[in-house]
């Protein structure tokens, strides 16, 4: 994806992942070409492939950016991880939707093994419960472990379409978190 941040080229790529998104509502993943993206936007092929290479880069990139507004929740809230991690799921139930609807959640994963361990090595992690627990002993692991061990109930959450509340979930997290750990 090209980084500019020219106002046009800003409005160019909002526009592109907002028809993907679109047409991921009504048509599979696979089925959707580029030019159907530019079709659903007044905006010429080559604008396209001025800001994206592929249909995978538009979508590599609404990822991205999901995952970059839940890293700021998560150094920036007074919240623990569960609640942020929760309120990053309600906030963007329809891109999870759409990713499930396609098979593409583990997209999602992939991203998150890649940016979160970056993060634990770039910033000061010391008031992150999870940093807390890992304490001397290999992050990489135990990253890889509560990255997969927390997604997969997000990944179920979604599977079961969304309807249980965060809330009982979250707290039927913490008391099972309280068992292992009396």
């Not at 941040?5 to 599979?28: G, V, Y």
Request: proline share 5%.
């Amino acid at each position: 994806m090209n980084k500019s941040l020219n106002p046009s080229s800003i409005r160019s790529k909002k526009e592109i992942t907002n028809a993907l998104l679109k047409l991921m509502q009504d048509h599979s993943y696979s089925e959707i070409s580029v030019k159907q993206i530019v079709l659903e936007t007044p905006l010429e092929r080559k604008t396209f492939y001025n800001n994206f290479s592929s249909k995978d880069d538009v979508l590599d990139a609404i990822i991205s950016n999901a995952i970059h507004e839940y890293v700021v929740a998560l150094t920036s809230s007074p919240g623990g991880p569960l609640s942020v991690i929760f309120e990053f799921c309600d906030k963007n139930r329809e891109l999870l939707g759409l990713l499930h609807k396609n098979n593409l959640l583990y997209l999602l994963l992939l991203k998150l093994n890649e940016v979160i361990p970056e993060l634990n090595r770039s910033l000061d992690m010391s008031g992150n419960p999870f940093a807390q627990m890992i304490g001397e002993l290999d992050p990489d692991y135990l990253i890889a472990f509560n990255i997969g061990a927390i997604w997969n109930i997000i990944f179920k959450w979604v599977d079961r379409g969304m309807t249980d509340s965060p809330d009982e979930i979250k707290a039927t997290l913490e008391e099972y978190l309280k068992r292992i750990n009396p």
